[in-house]
């Protein structure tokens, strides 16, 4: 069989012959950009041959120059005998960056001390717990059953009554009791109908419990690994999605899972990197996987269903139905995830096809459920969600707007890792740019924020128009007409990392544009559902890990958030993460985040006729109204009168 290297991991794998290529680097556990989900049409996951040939279909995103030197797309090559192949920087996604989260650069960040604030008093009180029992040995005048003698100790000691007891539980009853010379430890769980013993372990193991909140995102999941015996959050990591794989988006994501043993494929995937994430806290802490009770995960509702194995594929065709928005307890051994031979795997329930449990759980970690006020709720992302109301109601709906937020669909787009150009200022006169990069390293490419920094600030210089299109006059070192059509050069090939030059083109604009203009009709189609109107917004929350680095001056000004006053708006940073931490943690708050989402009103945007018209007014920057945004206009009238 061929055999396949790759470089620069130095990682090999046997691969049959005429194997696709992208198919070969997951075999080997090399990761490699394809946002198209391995259709040929991103371009991202180009890779270069040194040694040995493939079997290469053409494709115009690859130069004359770059096909002479052996470059191909991985996911329309084939082996074709042992080969050699280097997997260049601007090609990999890149460790998730470790940037300091005080460094936010949207409104004020909220501390922990106003989340507590924000949030009524609750008590450790965990649906997954351990109870500590200590048991007097029977005698011929108490001959009662360890099971019954296991119940009445629960009622006496913890006012727990009516426990049923699992068949594995009792299997291990007997042993377990003497053991521990009949103090031993009962790990029981809330099932919504009363508690369930799942486990008993000898001796009192109480102080050795622990369990782990999971943000399951389209294109990172990050893990909390939480000591429940004092409630501390002890390790915390992240790392891209395996997903990726297969395409930066939900809906990629649903057409693969479609194809033959593509849903087992997803769920595999996003399954090892939820493992390899709680292997490697447990093993930086020097915590027993066998001492992990329990998984609280949050993630959208095609996230959810491929994390639990179900079919998320009639959520793309009307009427847009998912198999299931509650999800049962299931056993984390069954669905591959470490822990103790009982530990469970709880999702935060989802309120509709295209609002998930991540928006269940960051409304609840937001505090939204317990204020009087109006708040808007906005997670952007390849989906954008947005929640509007209060502790009284709640109204939602999903945008698609498409993968530019995240790098995707952009011609020199990536996501936010080393080398992405995510900072930029731009000389209003000369147009020289000013750049930042994560890693502070040569840039090679450019990522969400970075793109939106750019557009906002040639909208500024007055180097493109309303529309987004360039100001062909002022053509020059930075604006040219180039092979991918008129763009501006962000960083010149001498000075890139990648040995060309660093585009933003006028279609990157568009994408950018239109993404910007679903948010925008989606918030507009929330109030007008409600009659509210800005001035009625008491806060606005931006959640997620891409909101958390945006600067709230360069997203007014393209009409992606409404011009309010800077102290309204708040970061709540990964509201996911944080909602089913406290889910892991509180009964109360399980039972909150039930609440949360059964109240929660959906609106299909696909079939609402508002969302259309307002939509199309939003595709100017940064709005077709401009009395929405008195400041950009004061701006752009300055700009006019110099």
Not at 18 to 26: F, I, K, Q, S, T
Not at 278 to 305: I, K, P
Not at 523 to 545: N, P, Y
Not at 583 to 590: L, N, V
């Amino acid at each position: 069989m061929p055999r396949v290297t790759f470089m620069p991991d130095d990682v090999t794998v046997e691969v049959r012959q005429g194997e696709n290529l992208l198919r070969a680097a997951m075999a080997a556990n090399v990761v490699v950009n394809a946002s198209c989900g391995g259709e040929g049409t991103c371009g991202k996951c180009r890779v270069i041959v040194e040694k040995g040939a493939v079997i290469s279909a053409p494709n115009a995103r690859l130069s004359e120059e770059q096909i002479a030197e052996g470059h191909v797309l991985a996911c329309s090559a084939a082996v074709d005998g042992c080969l050699v192949v280097r997997v260049p920087p601007e090609s990999r996604p890149g460790r998730v960056p470790e940037r300091v989260r005080g460094a936010a650069r949207v409104g004020r960040v909220i501390s922990a001390e106003e989340f507590e604030a924000r949030i009524p008093k609750w008590e450790l009180d965990p649906p997954v717990s351990k109870r500590l029992l200590e048991m007097t040995p029977p005698d011929l005048t108490d001959n009662a059953s360890d099971a019954a003698r296991m119940r009445s100790v629960l009622r006496r000691q913890h006012g727990i009554k009516d426990v049923e007891i699992t068949w594995p539980a009792m299997r291990k009853l007997a042993d377990s009791v003497r053991a521990g010379d009949w103090t031993a430890t009962a790990v029981i769980r809330d099932t919504g109908c009363g508690w369930r013993l799942v486990d008993v372990e000898p001796g009192d193991t109480t102080d050795t419990e622990y369990v782990v909140a999971v943000d399951v995102g389209t294109t990172t999941i990050e893990a909390m690994l939480v000591d429940m015996a004092t409630g501390e959050t002890i390790a915390q990591a992240s790392e891209y999605n395996a997903q990726v794989a297969h395409g930066d988006d939900v809906i990629s994501r649903i057409i693969y899972g479609s194809r033959d043993k593509g849903l087992e494929d997803l769920h595999a995937l996003v399954v090892k990197t939820i493992r390899n994430l709680v292997e490697g806290m447990a093993e930086q802490v020097g915590v027993s996987l066998s001492h992990v009770v329990g998984y609280m995960a949050a993630g959208n509702t095609v996230m959810t269903q491929l994390l639990l194995g179900l079919s998320p594929r009639y959520i793309r065709e009307e009427p847009y139905i998912p198999t299931a928005t509650t999800f049962p307890w299931v056993r984390a051994e069954e669905l591959g995830l470490p822990g103790s031979p009982e530990a469970r795997v709880c999702a935060m329930p989802c309120p509709a096809s295209y609002v998930g449990g991540d928006i269940t759980a960051g409304v609840l970690a937001s505090g939204i459920p317990w204020t009087d006020h109006l708040s808007l709720y906005i997670d952007v992302g390849t989906n954008g969600e947005i929640v509007l109301g209060n502790k009284e109601w709640l109204v939602s709906c999903s945008c698609s707007a498409g993968p530019a937020f995240e790098g995707g669909g952009v011609l020199h787009g990536m996501r936010a890792a080393d080398g992405a150009i995510e900072q930029i200022r731009i000389d209003r006169t000369t147009l020289e740019p000013m750049l930042l990069t994560i890693g502070q390293t040569r840039p090679i490419g450019i990522c969400g924020s970075g793109l939106i920094d750019a557009v906002s600030e040639l909208f500024l210089a007055g180097a493109i128009d309303r529309t987004g299109k360039f100001d062909r006059s002022r053509a020059g070192d930075r604006i040219r007409d180039t092979e991918h059509g008129w763009a501006y050069v962000l960083s010149k090939a001498e000075m890139s990392g990648t040995g060309a030059d660093i585009l933003v083109t006028e279609a990157d604009i568009d994408n950018l544009v239109r993404a910007k203009a679903a948010i925008f009709a989606g918030i507009s189609v929330l109030m007008e559902s409600v009659d509210v109107t800005f001035s009625d917004i008491h806060e606005v929350l931006v959640a997620g890990a891409f909101g958390h680095y945006l600067e709230l001056d360069k997203v007014v000004t393209l009409g992606l958030l409404p011009e309010l006053a800077p102290e309204r708006f708040r970061f709540v940073g990964n509201g996911s993460l944080l909602g089913a931490r406290l889910a892991a943690m509180s009964r109360q708050m399980t039972r909150m985040a039930d609440n949360v989402a059964h109240k929660m009103t959906y609106l299909e945007l696909s079939v609402n006729a508002a969302f259309m018209e307002m939509y199309v007014s939003a595709l100017f920057l940064p709005h077709t109204d401009l009395a929405l945004f008195p400041g950009v206009e004061a701006r752009l009238k300055s700009r006019a009168g110099r």
